[in-house]
């Protein structure tokens, strides 16, 4: 049986359905657990962090809680008895497209954000860092490695050393947001113009979460947004609440997203979108037009 680190009985929340699985007192609210698992956990309206609204119901709702159990940054997620992960470690990076997998296996140091694999012929992607777990870092070899390292923004770069070292890739990220933990970068990208990497990989500078926030297009159909944009239901969102650079420079970034069609937004906070290129175009103006109020 493998072992993690996992929440504490004696701190359990009380707003957790009555049942074997709970949340603690450790949720940082970085809604890990509500992506991979949204029939099992939910966000307490009292406290603002995860709960357990229903105790898992089905197999399928059992394995996505363990998910959600390995990938929980704080291990708040916990069971009155000892489970078996190990279907949820193997279970993990999750595919959402044929290409693209969901790693799982958050970091504290990047408050829980998602990070993605993509796989390519001409080397796999890693966009931003996830907790350098060992499973984790065994599956991506198996799986061919990485070749290049995108970080979004200075937020997200977590255990990116670790990953640099133990793949050899080279990480991307803009001039305006490396610091001290990231000035061995090995491909800063200056400006506010459109950066190709490779012909199915464009790094579009998007300033205004941070000075140097950056989306990824992949084939011209995916768009990892960072913190710089997420699915709201149908729609999308950003907020001004979580911007620590520039509002109004975030909704000029947001204008020049206009410029491309594609069909998923993957990103680092918050949920998912998939829609069709008119569909999403809409949901961005409507909340341009939002951000301008």
Same mark, same amino acid.
């Given at each position: 049986?493998?072992?993690?680190?996992?929440?504490?009985?004696?701190?359990?929340?009380?707003?957790?359905?009555?049942?074997?699985? %709970?949340?603690?007192?450790?949720?940082?609210?970085?809604?890990?657990?509500?992506?991979?698992?949204?029939?099992?956990?939910?966000?307490?309206?009292?406290?603002?962090?995860?709960?357990?609204?229903?105790?898992?119901?089905?197999? /399928?709702?059992?394995?996505?809680?363990?998910?959600?159990?390995?990938?929980?940054?704080?291990?708040?997620?916990?069971?009155?008895?000892?489970?078996?992960?190990?279907?949820?470690?193997?279970?993990?990076?999750?595919?959402?497209? /044929?290409?693209?997998?969901?790693?799982?296996?958050?970091? /504290?140091?990047?408050?829980?954000?998602?990070?993605?694999?993509?796989?390519?012929?001409?080397?796999?992607?890693?966009?931003?860092? =996830?907790?350098?777990?060992?499973?984790?870092?065994?599956?991506?070899?198996?799986?061919?490695?990485?070749?290049?390292?995108?970080?979004?923004?200075?937020?997200?770069?977590?255990?990116?050393?670790?990953?640099?070292?133990?793949?050899?890739?080279?990480?991307?990220?803009?001039?305006?947001?490396?610091?001290?933990?990231?000035?061995?970068?090995?491909? =800063?990208?200056?400006?506010?113009?459109?950066? =190709?990497?490779?012909?199915?990989?464009?790094?579009?500078?998007?300033?205004?979460?941070?000075?140097?926030?950056?989306?990824?297009? %992949?084939?011209?159909?995916?768009?990892?947004?960072?913190?710089?944009?997420?699915?709201?239901?149908?729609?999308?969102?950003?907020?001004?609440?979580?911007?620590?650079?520039?509002?109004?420079?975030?909704?000029?970034?947001?204008?020049?997203?206009?410029?491309?069609?594609?069909?998923?937004?993957?990103?680092?906070?918050?949920?998912?979108?998939?829609?069709?290129?008119?569909?999403?175009?809409?949901?961005?103006?409507?909340?341009?037009?939002?951000?301008?109020?």
């Amino acid at each position: 049986m493998l072992s993690f680190f996992v929440a504490r009985l004696s701190a359990r929340l009380p707003e957790n359905s009555s049942g074997d699985y %709970f949340v603690d007192d450790s949720c940082i609210d970085c809604e890990t657990c509500r992506i991979l698992a949204p029939q099992v956990f939910a966000r307490s309206a009292r406290r603002g962090l995860s709960i357990v609204r229903h105790q898992p119901g089905t197999r /399928e709702q059992e394995l996505r809680a363990r998910m959600a159990i390995v990938s929980c940054p704080t291990s708040a997620i916990g069971t009155s008895d000892k489970v078996d992960l190990r279907e949820a470690v193997d279970a993990l990076p999750e595919a959402i497209t /044929e290409d693209v997998l969901y790693c799982g296996y958050a970091s /504290e140091s990047s408050f829980g954000a998602s990070s993605y694999l993509v796989r390519r012929d001409r080397g796999n992607v890693l966009v931003d860092s =996830p907790r350098a777990a060992r499973p984790l870092m065994e599956r991506i070899a198996a799986l061919g490695g990485v070749a290049t390292m995108f970080l979004t923004h200075r937020d997200d770069v977590a255990d990116h050393e670790k990953y640099a070292r133990r793949f050899g890739c080279g990480r991307v990220l803009h001039a305006a947001d490396i610091g001290h933990g990231t000035r061995d970068v090995e491909r =800063p990208v200056e400006g506010d113009a459109p950066v =190709p990497l490779a012909p199915d990989l464009l790094a579009i500078p998007l300033p205004g979460h941070t000075r140097g926030s950056m989306a990824l297009l %992949f084939r011209e159909k995916i768009l990892f947004t960072g913190d710089h944009l997420w699915g709201n239901g149908d729609g999308l969102d950003a907020s001004s609440g979580v911007c620590w650079y520039s509002w109004s420079e975030q909704t000029r970034s947001m204008e020049r997203l206009l410029d491309y069609d594609f069909e998923w937004v993957l990103p680092g906070h918050g949920p998912r979108l998939h829609a069709s290129p008119s569909r999403m175009r809409a949901a961005l103006e409507k909340l341009i037009a939002r951000m301008k109020r």
